[in-house]
Structures are given as structure tokens and as C-alpha cells.
């Protein structure tokens, strides 16, 4: 092999080995390009439950929590201050136009009367003496023996005394009144609802003691919310059924609408009259107002699990073309047990997501899975 080697001019040798190192290294280049060319990978997109959403035709109507109330509510107080010392009736009590339903300690009026008395008593006595000076001196001046600048002195005298006893007589009668004051009286015939003092208690003129709920009409007082105002206004009647009354069913018509909303609550006072009251309604049952509409009309509804809620505003994943999401803001309507109805913002066979709505971004690239509500 030497003497082989040997035989072989050195500069052919030298472009051999030159053309064997050469194609090694574009060999080993070749191999790490290879190795370090980025891969494409296929991207895996998340399944996600879907549903098409249909319109069905079903009746809107609303149900509202409510208590049967009186037509007519009187809240009676006092007209003077004072201490309570009796009270003649209970919560429930039946009592009629007149009837005394709680009474003041009257010590301190009665002082008032007895001076205002004694007043009248001193005015009438001073008119008395008046009315003789001014008969004597009418005699006087007519004989002669004073001049009638001293008559009409008298005559001043009788008016003056006269105009007291109409001012002590009227200051008289009104110690009267309060004296009559420190009686609570029943206006009108009905049933005591509500009592908020006690024997012992100090009460002011004017502070709320007692609710008497006159006989005769009944009705059903409801809250609604603002945004329920106008279908309410629309309806033309409601059914009112009892929770303690199964299966019967009233129909009433809406009276009464609160103009203003309860600080509170932010809701709307509604009374609802009853085209009938049957006896075994009573005062304070829990009674439940259903409003529908005459006609059926398109009803969108998603389960609760498909609304995603942004701040305060609600929304949904629409699935646009090639499985993008978008998040769309809808108006809801009314809730089911585990559902919702989507009044606006959403079009019947739509696609949206039905679950695991917090896992999703806008413009994410989903796989399709589920089926048609």
C-alpha cells in the first residue's frame, strides 16, 4: 500500500485529500441544517360544546311574588303627646267606626281644661260688671249728668269684656278637643294590622301607632322592576293564584302603579285589584301575580352555564366562520331554572358556546362540538 501511495504525483494527492475534506464538510453542514430547521407543527385547537340556537313560539308571561293587602289602609296617631295607659285591642282585632283603640294618660289636659274653664268663668264675670256699668251709665247720660265721651268709655268697656268671653270660650273648647285627643278612635270599621306601641310607651302627635285595614275590598301588592313597567301597563288582566289556595285561580286587573321606585329595592310598588274576593282569602296570604302577553311570538332561549358575564353587562360566544370566537353583548329577559331567554342580540341559528365560557379569548380558533337547542 505504501509503495502504492508512493507511485502517485504529491500534487494529485493533495486534490484528492482536498476533495475528500470538502465533501465531509458539506456533508456535516447538509446534517445540521437539517437538525436545526424549525418543524412545523400542527396546531391543536380545543374542542369546546357548542349549541345552534332556535327560536320556539312560546307565550312571555312573568310571575310576581306578592301579599293581599286592603283596599283602603288607615294609619291612625295621636293628635297630643303623652303616655300610653291602655289599649283595648290586640293584632287582629275586629273593631268599628268609633271604637277606642288606645288611650293617653289625659292628667296634664285635664289640668288645661279645668284653667281654661276657670278663665271663662272670670271673662263671663268681667262681661257681667260691664254690661251693668254701661246700662247705668246710658241712664246717666241721658239725664244729663255725664257726657257721652263717658258713656262710650262703658260702651268700649261691655265690647272689650264681651270679645274675652268669646276668646276664653273658644280657648275652652279647644282643651276640649284635646282632651278627646287622648282617645284613639277606629275611623272606619275594619281590622287592626298593625300596632307599634305599648302601655308605658311616650308617644308625639302625629307618630304612627296603629294600621286599621277597612272592610271590603281586596287586593294584591306586588314590586316590579322598571324595565317591566310597560308590559304590565299593556296587560289587560292577570291570573293571581294562592300559595295556601291550590288550584284556584283569580283574575284581577292592575289599579295602581307607584310613580317613583323604593329607594331600597329599586322597584315599583303595583297594587292589582281582584275581580273577586272569595272569604277564604285573608289579609297577609302570599299570593303570586302571573302577567302574560295575548300572543305567542319567537323566544330565544341558552342555558345559564352559555352567559358570560363582562362587569355587569351579559354576553355570549358567538362562533363565527372557521370555529373564531367573538364575544357579543345580549339583553336577557326571563329565567328559568337552568336557563335564560335572550331578548336582543342574539339571531335564531346561531352557533355559541354552551360551557366553560371563562376559558375562551376573543378571536380563539375552537373545534366544534355539540348540537341544536
Known sequence: MQKYWSQIPRKRLYCVVAAVLIGVAAAGGIVWNL?????????????????????????????????????YESKLAFQVNGKIVKRNVQLGSAVQAGDVLLQIDPKDVQQTVSSMNAQVASAQSQLRLAEKNRERYQRLCQNGAVSQMVYDQYVTAYDAALAAVQQAEAQQAQSGNQMEYTLLRADHAGVVSELTAEIGQVVSAGQPIATVIQNG????????????????NQAGTVQVTFWALANRVIEGTVREVAPMADPVTRTFKVRVALNQTPPEVKLGMTASVTVGQGSSQPVLTVPLTAIYQNGSQPGLWVVQAEGTLSLRMVKLGQYGSDSVQV????????????????KFREGQRISLGGGTL
Open 35 to 71: 437538525k436545526n430547521q424549525p418543524q412545523v407543527v400542527e396546531e391543536e385547537l380545543p374542542t369546546a360544546r357548542t349549541l345552534v340556537v332556535g327560536a320556539k313560539k312560546e307565550a312571555q308571561s312573568y310571575a310576581y311574588a306578592g301579599e293581599v293587602r286592603g283596599r
Open 217 to 232: 275590598e281586596r287586593e294584591i301588592e306586588i314590586s316590579v322592576p322598571e324595565n317591566r313597567l310597560a308590559e304590565l
Open 343 to 358: 331578548v336582543e342580540g342574539l339571531q335564531p341559528g346561531e352557533r355559541i358556546i354552551a360551557a366553560g365560557v371563562h
